[in-house]
């Protein structure tokens, strides 16, 4: 299907989107109904191996499934020969880097990636030369896409223009980039025609990033803003959330104590906690001290659908986050994004990379232990219905710097 004429396209890229119950899929969805509500042209590239779960979600848009990753998606049952390759691969990089230097390795990887976006160059080959001007977005980038990117930019597009959202100076995976810093600041270096914007998702991510790269290259990426903003629902019963599938750096282990403090101090209160994906050593035990607690504590499912979660948010007061800063000092939150779309408070650890938000906008606030929500939900339980005016504000502002980082305005 060909492009209309005079009108923005876009090409939403993400190697690691393959399964529904990650961010992936949601924010390449974000990305291309804003860019559709500004009458823009979208077209969406995934991970060849992405489950009918994650197209059906994806449905409303042209979907190609034409990226490879040796990370996500193979599985010995859906394709043996290319489950096999990847774990070569993996014990390949771990030989490479125990013998040659860390210069070696990286062009080695430089190499091997090729083999893994091959037909995603190849289709971009033949579409800057049949519709001309075309821009590229990856809403959220590992090592893989990152490599692509350096590939793309050293062989000289002329009329298609990058913009990466980055969450991290290093990226994930068998073919990650040790500094992706350094390595975008010399590509910003070369690229005198200036076809490439580096957006950052978390405050903290833009001060590590502006030593080495200059401002007009760095902007703001937040998730682009829901087309209407609701109110999550009528009234007001101190239901909290702990939403997002569990993981110890998620603070799963620690949710019993936080409730024995609101139980404590009389707060009335209901909870509804969200289960593993993928449970680890002591996942059982927290879960069991869970099920026994007294009171109205519901559980979700670690790998339900975007549906499921989005029903679940629409049920809460409050959402709590008591994420680990030893993972979320730089880490932005995907959940805070959707929890501001319906305006519901988001309680955060002090010092995750999301703070900025939440304390810049006022639409929620920061502990720096457990012993202080009680106060923060009183004080919030309070004010409560005038919230609207903050996550109006927030909306606006992720909605302005969006069309930046997009290169729709400036």
């Known amino acids: 299907m060909q492009w209309t004429s005079n009108t923005k396209r876009y090409v939403l890229v993400d190697f690691s989107c393959s399964n529904h119950y990650t961010h992936h899929a949601s924010y390449l969805r974000s990305y291309a109904d804003f860019l559709t509500r500004l009458g823009c042209e979208v077209e969406i590239w995934i991970n060849n191996a992405a489950s009918a779960d994650v197209k059906k979600y994806l449905k409303n848009y042209r979907v190609k499934a034409i990226l490879d990753s040796p990370d996500y998606g193979n599985t010995?049952?859906?394709?043996?020969?290319?489950?096999?390759?990847?774990?070569?691969?993996?014990?390949?990089?771990?030989?490479?880097d125990g013998m040659f230097s860390e210069a070696v390795s990286e062009n080695v990887r430089d190499i091997l990636a090729r083999n893994y976006f091959s037909k995603a160059?190849?289709?971009?080959?033949?579409?800057?030369?049949?519709?001309?001007?075309?821009?590229?977005?990856?809403?959220?980038?590992?090592?893989?896409g990152i490599r692509f990117l350096k590939y793309c930019l050293t062989h000289q597009f002329n009329s298609i223009g990058f913009s990466v959202r980055v969450i991290n100076s290093h990226s994930r995976g068998l073919l990650g980039v040790k500094d992706a810093l350094?390595?975008?600041?010399?590509?910003?270096?070369?690229?005198?025609?200036?076809?490439?914007?580096?957006?950052?998702?978390?405050?903290?991510?833009?001060?590590?990033?502006?030593?080495l790269l200059p401002s007009n290259r760095l902007v703001w990426a937040p998730i682009p803003p829901a087309d209407q903003q609701v109110k999550s629902k009528d009234g007001f019963s101190c239901v909290l959330g702990f939403i997002g599938s569990a993981r110890k750096n998620k603070g799963f282990e620690d949710i019993p104590a936080i409730l024995q403090i609101l139980r404590g101090n009389n707060s009335d209160f209901s909870a509804i906690i969200q289960l593993a994906n993928f449970e680890w050593p002591g996942f059982q035990k927290t879960y069991n001290l869970l099920k026994e607690f007294p009171g109205n504590i519901k559980f979700l499912p670690?790998?339900?659908?975007?549906?499921?979660?989005?029903?679940?948010?629409k049920k809460l007061d409050f959402l709590v986050l008591p994420y680990k800063l030893d993972n979320y000092r730089l880490a932005g939150s995907g959940l805070m994004y959707q929890a501001a779309d319906l305006r519901i408070p988001i309680f955060a650890s002090a010092g995750v990379g999301f703070e900025w938000d939440l304390l810049e906008f006022g639409i929620g606030d920061v502990f720096r232990d457990y012993g202080q929500l009680p106060s923060l939900i009183s004080k919030y339980k309070i004010d409560y219905d005038q919230l609207s005016v903050a996550f109006e504000r927030y909306a606006q502002a992720r909605a302005k710097w969006c069309e930046v980082f997009l290169r729709i305005s400036s």
Do not use: H, W
């Open 76 to 96: 010995i049952r859906s394709n043996f020969l290319r489950f096999f390759r990847d774990r070569l691969l993996g014990v390949f990089l771990k030989f490479l």
């Open 302 to 313: 670690g790998g339900c659908s975007e549906q499921e979660l989005q029903d679940a948010l």
């Open 121 to 144: 160059y190849s289709e971009l080959l033949r579409r800057e030369y049949s519709e001309g001007q075309l821009n590229l977005v990856f809403p959220s980038v590992d090592g893989i």
């Open 182 to 211: 350094t390595m975008f600041s010399k590509l910003i270096a070369e690229d005198k025609e200036q076809k490439f914007l580096i957006g950052y998702e978390t405050d903290t991510v833009r001060k590590d990033f502006s030593t």
